[in-house]
């Protein structure tokens, strides 16, 4: 009963501490970057639907969330530890004017790995309203599309990659690297569909797409090989570190 009692003062302390970061980041003095999709860029009908699109997956990873729960009593925590990573790894933004958004590292393979692409999901999207609501960082009424390219495209592009290339005989560092790099592209490549679906018009989709993707290649290209290694990184400390949370979150895919 006291481990219980502990391990809940450490949750409670943790999350203090990850809200007293988020009020220093929000009271910094920093220009707007626009990270994410920009607030009010997106028309109202495409805001809606990438809500639409949203919404269920979020659904999901919430009831996934309470199967775990009951499955592992000590999961919560390790479900705040990667939300708090994917929030602060999420918060260096790289401008990229022409897209009308910025590059940034995702944190979301790591995430899926460790605790599976549903509940990446729902970390990405308090992630994502938090840096909405207190960095300016995206917006609320482009929050739908962000969570679908940050947290859906990442989340379940990269265990899928991790999957397949576990199944295939891959080591898993390599494994891990591939799931944080395709992640962090796939990120950058919904975005883009997303920027190219509401603003082609009469144009053609492919070559405005196109331009789009180009537009995010001298930044997404490095940072996208950075968290391949960061994500190799992470699963390397945790293995080395903490195995039992790897046990924990084994229906996450880290087993």
């Given at each position: ?63 996934e969330l309470q199967r775990r729960n009951e499955e592992f009593p000590y ?33 979301t393979g790591i995430a899926a790995i460790l605790i599976g692409p549903g ?84 144009s053609s989709f492919s070559a405005m797409f196109s331009l789009i993707l ?42």
């Amino acid at each position: 009963m006291d481990g219980i009692w502990t391990k809940k003062r450490y949750a409670s302390r943790f999350a203090a501490v990850v809200a007293a970061i988020a009020g220093v980041l929000a009271s910094l003095p920093a220009p707007a970057f626009a990270m994410h999709i920009s607030e009010g860029l997106l028309p109202a009908s495409w805001a809606v639907l990438w809500y639409v699109v949203a919404i269920p997956f979020v659904a999901l990873g919430l009831r996934e969330l309470q199967r775990r729960n009951e499955e592992f009593p000590y999961f919560k925590p390790l479900v705040g530890l990667v939300g708090a990573a994917v929030f602060l790894i999420s918060c260096m933004p790289i401008p990229v004017p022409t897209a009308g958004t910025c590059s940034h590292p995702c944190g979301t393979g790591i995430a899926a790995i460790l605790i599976g692409p549903g509940l990446t999901v729902v970390v990405a999207s308090i992630a994502l309203t938090l840096q909405a609501l207190f960095l300016a960082h995206g917006g609320l009424t482009t929050l739908g599309a962000n969570i679908v390219a940050m947290g859906v495209a990442g989340s379940y592009v990269g265990f899928g990659t991790w999957l397949i290339a576990r199944r295939l005989g891959v080591p898993w560092i390599a494994a891990a690297f591939l799931a944080g790099l395709l992640s962090d592209w796939a990120t950058y490549a919904m975005t883009s569909f997303e920027l190219t679906a509401a603003f082609h018009a009469g144009s053609s989709f492919s070559a405005m797409f196109s331009l789009i993707l180009i537009a995010f290649v001298p930044t997404q290209l490095p940072l996208g090989i950075l968290e391949g290694i960061l994500c190799a990184g992470a699963l390397r400390f945790v293995r080395n570190r903490k195995p039992e949370l790897l046990r924990m979150a084994a229906a996450g895919g880290a087993a």
